[in-house]
Protein backbone atom coordinates (compact mmCIF):
# COMPACT_ATOMS: atom_id res chain seq x y z
CA UNK A 1 0.00 0.00 0.00
CA UNK A 2 2.64 2.18 0.94
CA UNK A 3 4.48 1.43 -2.79
CA UNK A 4 1.28 2.46 -4.35
CA UNK A 5 0.81 5.67 -2.49
CA UNK A 6 4.33 6.63 -3.48
CA UNK A 7 3.44 6.23 -7.36
CA UNK A 8 -0.16 7.95 -7.24
CA UNK A 9 1.82 11.11 -5.78
CA UNK A 10 4.72 10.64 -8.09
CA UNK A 11 2.15 10.69 -10.80
CA UNK A 12 -0.02 13.62 -10.08
CA UNK A 13 3.41 15.55 -9.23
CA UNK A 14 4.45 14.47 -13.26
CA UNK A 15 0.79 15.89 -14.33
CA UNK A 16 1.02 18.86 -12.08
CA UNK A 17 4.59 19.51 -13.59
CA UNK A 18 3.42 18.75 -17.26
CA UNK A 19 0.34 21.09 -16.75
CA UNK A 20 0.50 24.09 -19.44
CA UNK A 21 -1.36 25.88 -16.29
CA UNK A 22 1.65 25.67 -14.39
CA UNK A 23 4.12 26.95 -16.49
CA UNK A 24 5.14 30.53 -16.82
CA UNK A 25 6.38 32.65 -19.80
CA UNK A 26 10.16 33.86 -19.83
CA UNK A 27 11.11 36.84 -19.48
CA UNK A 28 12.95 37.60 -23.02
CA UNK A 29 12.20 37.81 -26.67
CA UNK A 30 8.95 36.18 -27.67
CA UNK A 31 8.85 34.04 -30.62
CA UNK A 32 10.17 34.96 -33.29
CA UNK A 33 10.35 38.85 -31.93
CA UNK A 34 12.89 39.85 -34.16
CA UNK A 35 11.54 38.84 -37.24
CA UNK A 36 14.67 36.93 -38.00
CA UNK A 37 12.74 33.80 -38.96
CA UNK A 38 11.16 33.58 -42.43
CA UNK A 39 8.93 30.75 -43.41
CA UNK A 40 10.47 27.87 -44.82
CA UNK A 41 11.73 28.28 -48.21
CA UNK A 42 10.58 32.05 -48.28
CA UNK A 43 11.89 35.23 -48.74
CA UNK A 44 11.81 38.31 -47.56
CA UNK A 45 8.98 39.34 -49.71
CA UNK A 46 6.48 36.83 -48.37
CA UNK A 47 4.43 38.02 -45.84
CA UNK A 48 4.12 34.67 -43.66
CA UNK A 49 5.61 35.70 -40.71
CA UNK A 50 6.96 32.94 -38.57
CA UNK A 51 5.02 33.09 -34.92
CA UNK A 52 2.58 35.43 -35.80
CA UNK A 53 -0.65 35.99 -37.06
CA UNK A 54 -1.02 38.93 -39.74
CA UNK A 55 -3.31 41.23 -41.26
CA UNK A 56 -3.58 43.85 -43.55
CA UNK A 57 -0.13 45.38 -45.76
CA UNK A 58 2.16 43.83 -43.67
CA UNK A 59 5.65 44.01 -45.26
CA UNK A 60 9.06 41.86 -43.96
CA UNK A 61 11.95 44.82 -44.89
CA UNK A 62 15.21 44.42 -44.97
CA UNK A 63 18.19 46.69 -43.77
CA UNK A 64 19.42 48.82 -46.48
CA UNK A 65 16.13 48.21 -47.93
CA UNK A 66 14.96 51.94 -49.68
CA UNK A 67 11.54 53.00 -50.51
CA UNK A 68 12.58 55.73 -53.30
CA UNK A 69 15.28 58.16 -52.03
CA UNK A 70 14.11 57.42 -48.09
CA UNK A 71 16.19 54.03 -46.38
CA UNK A 72 13.91 51.98 -44.65
CA UNK A 73 15.27 51.76 -40.81
CA UNK A 74 15.86 48.23 -39.53
CA UNK A 75 16.31 48.55 -35.24
CA UNK A 76 18.52 45.85 -35.16
CA UNK A 77 19.45 42.88 -37.32
CA UNK A 78 18.70 42.31 -40.97
CA UNK A 79 14.88 42.59 -40.45
CA UNK A 80 11.81 43.76 -38.97
CA UNK A 81 8.25 43.98 -40.15
CA UNK A 82 6.44 47.24 -41.50
CA UNK A 83 2.86 47.69 -41.08
CA UNK A 84 0.68 49.56 -43.37
CA UNK A 85 -2.40 50.84 -43.25
CA UNK A 86 -4.63 49.23 -40.58
CA UNK A 87 -2.06 46.58 -41.08
CA UNK A 88 -1.84 44.20 -37.46
CA UNK A 89 0.55 41.28 -36.37
CA UNK A 90 -0.47 39.19 -33.25
CA UNK A 91 0.69 36.43 -31.14
CA UNK A 92 -0.99 34.18 -28.72
CA UNK A 93 0.90 34.53 -25.53
CA UNK A 94 0.35 31.15 -23.17
CA UNK A 95 1.62 30.74 -19.58
CA UNK A 96 0.65 33.94 -18.23
CA UNK A 97 -0.15 34.17 -14.68
CA UNK A 98 -3.21 35.74 -13.84
CA UNK A 99 -3.57 38.93 -12.34
CA UNK A 100 0.12 39.79 -12.71
CA UNK A 101 1.56 42.97 -15.15
CA UNK A 102 3.55 42.10 -17.82
CA UNK A 103 5.91 44.82 -19.99
CA UNK A 104 6.22 44.15 -23.23
CA UNK A 105 9.48 45.89 -25.04
CA UNK A 106 9.60 46.84 -28.57
CA UNK A 107 11.72 49.04 -31.01
CA UNK A 108 9.71 50.75 -33.57
CA UNK A 109 10.68 53.73 -36.15
CA UNK A 110 8.84 55.46 -38.14
CA UNK A 111 8.93 55.98 -42.47
CA UNK A 112 6.89 57.70 -44.77
CA UNK A 113 4.48 60.07 -42.19
CA UNK A 114 5.50 61.90 -39.11
CA UNK A 115 2.13 61.39 -37.54
CA UNK A 116 2.60 57.27 -37.44
CA UNK A 117 1.66 55.68 -34.07
CA UNK A 118 1.06 52.61 -32.75
CA UNK A 119 -2.51 50.65 -31.33
CA UNK A 120 -1.36 47.60 -28.84
CA UNK A 121 -3.50 45.75 -26.68
CA UNK A 122 -3.63 42.34 -24.91
CA UNK A 123 -7.30 41.05 -24.96
CA UNK A 124 -8.09 39.63 -22.38
CA UNK A 125 -6.63 41.28 -19.96
CA UNK A 126 -7.90 43.39 -16.75
CA UNK A 127 -5.67 46.94 -17.40
CA UNK A 128 -3.75 48.19 -19.72
CA UNK A 129 -1.25 50.93 -20.34
CA UNK A 130 -2.54 53.34 -22.87
CA UNK A 131 -3.41 51.65 -26.21
CA UNK A 132 -1.35 54.29 -28.65
CA UNK A 133 2.19 55.15 -28.83
CA UNK A 134 3.04 57.53 -30.64
CA UNK A 135 6.06 58.14 -32.81
CA UNK A 136 5.98 61.60 -33.86
CA UNK A 137 9.02 62.26 -31.69
CA UNK A 138 12.02 60.34 -32.45
CA UNK A 139 14.13 60.60 -29.34
CA UNK A 140 17.58 59.26 -30.92
CA UNK A 141 19.60 60.24 -33.94
CA UNK A 142 19.50 56.39 -34.82
CA UNK A 143 15.89 56.95 -36.21
CA UNK A 144 14.47 54.26 -34.10
CA UNK A 145 13.75 54.16 -29.89
CA UNK A 146 12.96 51.03 -27.63
CA UNK A 147 9.45 51.56 -25.90
CA UNK A 148 7.86 49.63 -23.00
CA UNK A 149 4.30 48.98 -22.66
CA UNK A 150 2.31 47.00 -19.84
CA UNK A 151 -0.48 45.15 -19.11
CA UNK A 152 -2.19 43.28 -16.45
CA UNK A 153 -3.50 39.77 -17.01
CA UNK A 154 -6.47 38.53 -16.35
CA UNK A 155 -7.43 35.95 -14.51
CA UNK A 156 -9.24 32.73 -14.63
CA UNK A 157 -8.72 32.54 -18.33
CA UNK A 158 -6.23 29.68 -19.32
CA UNK A 159 -3.61 31.65 -18.85
CA UNK A 160 -2.98 33.54 -22.00
CA UNK A 161 -3.86 36.35 -23.91
CA UNK A 162 -3.47 37.61 -27.41
CA UNK A 163 -0.83 40.35 -28.11
CA UNK A 164 -1.23 42.80 -30.91
CA UNK A 165 0.61 45.64 -32.64
CA UNK A 166 -1.67 47.22 -34.92
CA UNK A 167 -0.60 50.38 -37.24
CA UNK A 168 -4.17 52.78 -37.15
CA UNK A 169 -3.09 55.03 -39.64
CA UNK A 170 -4.55 55.82 -43.27
CA UNK A 171 -1.89 57.04 -45.82
CA UNK A 172 -2.21 57.39 -49.78
CA UNK A 173 0.44 54.57 -49.79
CA UNK A 174 -1.02 51.46 -47.76
CA UNK A 175 2.99 50.05 -47.50
CA UNK A 176 3.59 53.56 -45.52
CA UNK A 177 3.78 53.04 -41.67
CA UNK A 178 5.72 52.13 -38.86
CA UNK A 179 8.54 49.59 -38.25
CA UNK A 180 8.30 46.96 -35.57
CA UNK A 181 11.44 45.00 -34.24
CA UNK A 182 12.97 43.13 -31.44
CA UNK A 183 9.33 42.56 -29.43
CA UNK A 184 9.99 40.79 -25.60
CA UNK A 185 8.30 40.59 -22.65
CA UNK A 186 8.83 40.65 -18.73
CA UNK A 187 6.93 39.68 -15.56
CA UNK A 188 6.94 42.34 -13.30
CA UNK A 189 7.41 42.46 -9.83
CA UNK A 190 5.31 45.04 -7.46
CA UNK A 191 7.80 45.69 -4.79
CA UNK A 192 6.46 46.78 -1.04
CA UNK A 193 6.98 50.51 -0.39
CA UNK A 194 10.56 51.04 1.24
CA UNK A 195 11.36 54.37 2.89
CA UNK A 196 8.29 55.48 2.00
CA UNK A 197 8.14 55.00 -1.98
CA UNK A 198 7.00 52.06 -4.13
CA UNK A 199 10.00 51.41 -6.46
CA UNK A 200 12.25 54.04 -5.42
CA UNK A 201 15.63 52.88 -6.45
CA UNK A 202 13.93 51.91 -10.29
CA UNK A 203 15.10 48.56 -9.67
CA UNK A 204 11.91 46.79 -11.26
CA UNK A 205 10.86 47.83 -15.00
CA UNK A 206 10.74 46.23 -18.03
CA UNK A 207 13.46 44.15 -19.89
CA UNK A 208 15.97 45.97 -21.12
CA UNK A 209 17.92 44.34 -24.41
CA UNK A 210 21.84 43.54 -23.26
CA UNK A 211 22.77 45.94 -26.60
CA UNK A 212 20.37 48.47 -25.84
CA UNK A 213 21.95 51.62 -26.21
CA UNK A 214 19.20 53.87 -26.29
CA UNK A 215 17.48 53.02 -23.27
CA UNK A 216 14.15 51.99 -22.87
CA UNK A 217 11.74 54.69 -23.14
CA UNK A 218 8.19 54.82 -21.31
CA UNK A 219 5.61 56.85 -22.80
CA UNK A 220 2.94 59.04 -21.00
CA UNK A 221 -0.69 58.44 -20.16
CA UNK A 222 0.45 55.13 -17.66
CA UNK A 223 -1.64 54.04 -15.56
CA UNK A 224 -0.55 53.22 -11.98
CA UNK A 225 -2.15 49.59 -11.89
CA UNK A 226 -0.40 49.02 -15.01
CA UNK A 227 2.90 51.01 -15.42
CA UNK A 228 5.99 48.78 -17.18
CA UNK A 229 7.51 50.96 -14.19
CA UNK A 230 6.35 49.13 -11.12
CA UNK A 231 4.80 52.50 -8.66
CA UNK A 232 5.64 55.44 -11.12
CA UNK A 233 3.46 56.91 -13.80
CA UNK A 234 4.34 59.23 -16.54
CA UNK A 235 2.03 62.40 -17.12
CA UNK A 236 2.07 65.07 -20.16
CA UNK A 237 3.08 64.81 -23.39
CA UNK A 238 6.27 63.19 -23.69
CA UNK A 239 8.60 60.41 -22.50
CA UNK A 240 11.04 59.48 -19.69
CA UNK A 241 14.17 57.14 -20.30
CA UNK A 242 14.73 54.06 -18.42
CA UNK A 243 18.08 53.06 -18.53
CA UNK A 244 20.52 50.66 -17.00
CA UNK A 245 24.54 50.44 -15.90
CA UNK A 246 25.50 48.52 -18.78
CA UNK A 247 25.21 51.75 -20.91
CA UNK A 248 24.69 54.42 -19.15
CA UNK A 249 25.50 56.07 -15.60
CA UNK A 250 23.41 54.89 -13.03
CA UNK A 251 23.80 56.96 -9.20
CA UNK A 252 23.23 53.55 -7.73
CA UNK A 253 22.04 49.77 -8.10
CA UNK A 254 21.78 49.23 -11.93
CA UNK A 255 18.99 51.09 -13.35
CA UNK A 256 17.26 55.14 -12.98
CA UNK A 257 15.53 57.25 -14.72
CA UNK A 258 16.52 59.89 -17.33
CA UNK A 259 14.25 62.74 -17.75
CA UNK A 260 13.70 64.09 -21.13
CA UNK A 261 11.93 67.01 -23.12
CA UNK A 262 11.38 69.24 -20.16
CA UNK A 263 7.71 69.87 -18.39
CA UNK A 264 6.43 67.46 -21.30
CA UNK A 265 8.20 64.88 -19.80
CA UNK A 266 7.16 64.37 -15.79
CA UNK A 267 7.71 61.43 -13.65
CA UNK A 268 5.36 61.14 -10.11
CA UNK A 269 4.11 58.31 -7.63
CA UNK A 270 1.40 59.25 -5.22
CA UNK A 271 2.74 58.09 -1.78
CA UNK A 272 0.90 57.37 1.68
CA UNK A 273 1.33 60.83 3.51
CA UNK A 274 0.12 61.78 7.79
CA UNK A 275 -1.30 65.13 7.25
CA UNK A 276 0.59 67.55 9.30
CA UNK A 277 3.53 65.89 9.97
CA UNK A 278 6.93 66.87 8.28
CA UNK A 279 8.67 65.32 5.57
CA UNK A 280 11.91 64.83 3.60
CA UNK A 281 12.29 63.47 0.36
CA UNK A 282 15.19 62.74 -0.53
CA UNK A 283 16.87 61.44 -3.79
CA UNK A 284 19.91 61.53 -6.34
CA UNK A 285 20.96 63.51 -9.40
CA UNK A 286 23.24 62.84 -11.60
CA UNK A 287 24.18 62.89 -15.34
CA UNK A 288 23.62 59.73 -17.85
CA UNK A 289 27.14 59.37 -19.03
CA UNK A 290 25.54 59.97 -22.55
CA UNK A 291 27.57 63.66 -23.35
CA UNK A 292 24.06 65.27 -22.55
CA UNK A 293 24.66 69.21 -22.78
CA UNK A 294 25.05 71.41 -20.12
CA UNK A 295 22.96 72.67 -18.20
CA UNK A 296 21.34 69.92 -16.52
CA UNK A 297 18.82 70.57 -13.51
CA UNK A 298 15.77 68.57 -11.99
CA UNK A 299 12.12 70.19 -10.75
CA UNK A 300 11.03 68.50 -7.96
CA UNK A 301 7.63 68.31 -6.03
CA UNK A 302 5.96 67.09 -3.11
CA UNK A 303 2.19 68.35 -1.71
CA UNK A 304 2.36 72.34 -2.33
CA UNK A 305 6.12 72.40 -1.93
CA UNK A 306 8.87 72.75 -5.21
CA UNK A 307 12.62 72.88 -5.85
CA UNK A 308 15.01 73.24 -8.81
CA UNK A 309 18.23 71.32 -8.12
CA UNK A 310 20.96 71.94 -10.18
CA UNK A 311 23.70 69.80 -10.87
CA UNK A 312 27.17 71.03 -10.25
CA UNK A 313 29.40 71.95 -13.38
CA UNK A 314 31.48 68.91 -14.46
CA UNK A 315 34.81 68.56 -12.49
CA UNK A 316 37.44 68.36 -14.95
CA UNK A 317 34.71 66.08 -17.39
CA UNK A 318 33.68 64.21 -14.58
CA UNK A 319 30.04 64.61 -13.00
CA UNK A 320 29.55 62.10 -10.40
CA UNK A 321 25.57 62.03 -9.04
CA UNK A 322 24.97 64.64 -5.90
CA UNK A 323 22.04 64.03 -3.44
CA UNK A 324 19.15 66.18 -3.13
CA UNK A 325 15.92 66.68 -0.86
CA UNK A 326 12.59 68.57 -0.74
CA UNK A 327 11.05 69.06 2.87
CA UNK A 328 7.18 69.52 2.76
CA UNK A 329 4.31 69.04 5.64
CA UNK A 330 1.63 66.84 4.54
CA UNK A 331 -1.66 67.79 4.06
CA UNK A 332 -3.40 65.33 3.25
CA UNK A 333 -2.99 60.93 3.85
CA UNK A 334 -2.02 60.89 0.36
CA UNK A 335 0.53 63.02 -1.69
CA UNK A 336 2.13 63.54 -5.23
CA UNK A 337 5.78 63.46 -5.69
CA UNK A 338 6.56 64.18 -8.63
CA UNK A 339 9.92 64.91 -11.06
CA UNK A 340 10.87 66.66 -14.52
CA UNK A 341 14.06 67.94 -16.36
CA UNK A 342 13.88 72.01 -15.95
CA UNK A 343 15.75 72.14 -19.65
CA UNK A 344 15.49 70.55 -23.19
CA UNK A 345 18.56 69.22 -23.47
CA UNK A 346 20.20 67.04 -26.61
CA UNK A 347 23.93 65.51 -27.04
CA UNK A 348 26.49 67.65 -27.69
CA UNK A 349 27.44 64.93 -30.52
CA UNK A 350 24.10 64.74 -31.78
CA UNK A 351 22.09 67.79 -31.41
CA UNK A 352 19.19 65.69 -32.90
CA UNK A 353 19.23 63.38 -29.67
CA UNK A 354 16.98 64.10 -26.34
CA UNK A 355 18.89 63.92 -23.58
CA UNK A 356 18.13 65.01 -19.33
CA UNK A 357 19.47 64.57 -15.89
CA UNK A 358 18.95 61.32 -14.30
CA UNK A 359 17.00 60.60 -11.25
CA UNK A 360 17.46 58.06 -8.55
CA UNK A 361 17.15 56.38 -4.89
CA UNK A 362 13.81 58.44 -4.09
CA UNK A 363 13.19 57.96 -0.54
CA UNK A 364 10.57 59.52 1.65
CA UNK A 365 11.20 59.98 4.98
CA UNK A 366 9.23 61.48 8.09
CA UNK A 367 11.15 63.93 10.32
CA UNK A 368 8.97 62.86 13.17
CA UNK A 369 10.50 59.79 13.39
CA UNK A 370 13.61 61.33 14.31
CA UNK A 371 11.63 63.07 17.31
CA UNK A 372 11.42 60.24 19.53
CA UNK A 373 12.94 60.18 23.03
CA UNK A 374 17.04 60.01 22.77
CA UNK A 375 19.07 56.66 23.72
CA UNK A 376 20.06 56.60 26.62
CA UNK A 377 16.68 57.92 28.23
CA UNK A 378 15.09 54.52 27.06
CA UNK A 379 17.74 52.73 28.75
CA UNK A 380 17.46 54.32 31.87
CA UNK A 381 13.64 53.98 31.56
CA UNK A 382 14.57 50.42 31.09
CA UNK A 383 16.92 49.99 33.64
CA UNK A 384 14.29 51.33 36.43
CA UNK A 385 11.47 49.32 35.29
CA UNK A 386 14.12 46.07 35.48
CA UNK A 387 15.20 46.76 39.04
Known sequence: MAKMAIRLLLCSFLLTASSPIGLSIDDGP??????????????????????????GAIELVESGQKQGAMIIIVPQGMRAVRLGNDAQVRQELAGLDGGAVYAVTFA?????????????????????????????????????DAYAWAFQAATGVSGGAALSFQNPGMEDDPTCG???????????????????????????????PPNASLGVLLPFNLAPESSPLPGWTVESDRA????????????????AVELLSGKEGILSQIVRTTPGRPYTL????????????????????????????????????????????????????????AFHSVYYNTRSDDRSSLCGPVVDDVRLLSSAAHHGPPAILVLLTLLVLVF
Open 240 to 255: VRFIDSNRFSVPQGKR
Open 30 to 55: LNNGDFEALAAGGNAADITVPGWTTS
Open 178 to 208: PVLDNIAIKKLFRPPPVNGVVNGDFEEGPWV
Open 282 to 337: SFSVGPAGDACEMPLAVSVFAGDQTRVVHLSPPDAGNLTSQPASLNFTASADQTRI
Open 108 to 144: AARTCATMESLNISAIPAVAMASPTVDLQTVYSVEGW
